[in-house]
């Protein structure tokens, strides 16, 4: 059982300081308590995701956010108890209280049954011709232009694999051998990588359709010209808890209109709003998806993304959109692949 002094918050802390204690625990949750440490209910990085869909920022109260029912475990529970309650709950870890509700500390299931390492795969699309950051692309695939001394693509294997997902399938077409030569089957850099060769444009979903063996369990996609430090567990994790289909990591974007916008109705002029600014959410890149999902994509034909999401919406399937917060950046053009290595050692 681990200690939870250093991720107790009281309901009147802000999400700026709950997101401090997430980030920087191994255990991702804050524990929120009263004046005499009985748990009120818990805080995890989803909870704080929905928030912010919501509207609410980094300056906002946790209280409208925080979980008030969460499962718990009594001190007296044996080992074989606590695994019953996270195995048919799907827990990760569980709160530990007295019998008079007050927090003892959190058990991480893990610590009880030693499963093995990640299994989930990852789909890495790396087949795109770089077009825009030409001359560079000329004899480079984009994925293989270095950033910070590396490959792009070598920096999201790194990262999918701090977080312990080794099983990487990479979906490749132009000068693919140089991808091939550069990483090989991936042990040398602590990961299992098999190739699938697109003869043709497929796009990010109809790639899809040339798996070799189907994933039997929820898996990633991402473009492989993508520099982020998400936490691909906390991906992993809200997915599994909104029991999606599928789930399209989105990124904030604003825009501002250069001029004073007028709302007019008929001929009469009800406002002017001088240089608005108008916030979006646009898709990120980066998707997990269930098995199943498999069973919409058409075979051997090009299918986007957007297109299968648009799909699965009109179908009324599950689909939910995962916020990021962390670093992100598509490195699409050239002033982006300056501003990546500007920026590389700040952040990885």
Request: aromatic content about 8%; proline content about 5%.
């Amino acid at each position: 059982m681990k200690r939870i002094n250093n991720i107790k918050l009281k309901p009147t802390s802000t999400i700026k300081e709950a997101l401090i204690i997430i980030d920087s625990g191994a255990m991702q949750i804050a524990l929120i308590v009263d004046e005499n440490d009985r748990l009120l209910g818990t805080l995890t990085d989803g909870d704080i995701r929905r928030g912010l869909l919501k509207g609410l920022d980094l300056n906002s109260s946790i209280e409208s956010v925080i979980f008030k029912t969460p499962t718990v475990a009594k001190i007296s529970d044996t080992k074989e108890e606590i695994l019953k309650i996270a195995l048919t709950k799907k827990l990760h870890q569980i709160p530990i209280v007295d019998e008079d509700g007050k927090i003892i500390g959190i058990q991480d299931i893990e610590e009880l049954i030693k499963p093995k390492d990640k299994t989930n795969r990852v789909i890495l699309m790396v087949g795109g011709l770089g077009t825009r950051l030409r001359p560079l692309t000329e004899n480079t695939p984009k994925p293989m232009l270095k950033v910070g001394n590396k490959p792009i693509l070598q920096t999201i294997v790194e990262k999918f694999a701090e977080y312990g997902y080794t099983n990487i399938v990479m979906c490749v077409n132009y000068k693919s051998h140089v991808i091939e030569n550069y990483f090989g089957d991936g042990s040398e850099f602590g990961v299992n990588i098999e190739y699938v060769l697109e003869d043709k444009r497929m796009g990010t979903a109809g790639a899809l359709s040339l798996l070799k063996t189907k994933p039997t369990e929820p898996f990633f996609v991402m473009n492989g010209d993508l520099l982020t430090n998400v936490n691909f567990a906390h991906l992993d994790n809200y997915h599994l808890s909104n029991n999606a289909m599928a789930t399209m990591c989105v990124r904030e974007y604003d825009f501002q209109v250069p001029y004073g916008v007028v709302s007019i109705k008929n001929s009469k002029i009800l406002s002017i709003e001088e240089k608005p600014t108008h916030k979006f959410f646009v898709s990120a890149g980066i998707y997990m998806l269930s098995p199943e999902i498999l069973e919409y994509i058409p075979k051997n034909q090009f299918y986007d993304m957007p297109t299968l999401f648009e799909d699965l919406i009109s179908k009324n399937k599950n689909v939910v959109s995962f916020p990021l917060r962390e670093y992100w950046l598509d490195i699409g053009r050239m002033e982006e692949f300056e501003k990546a290595n500007n920026e590389y050692d700040e952040v990885f």
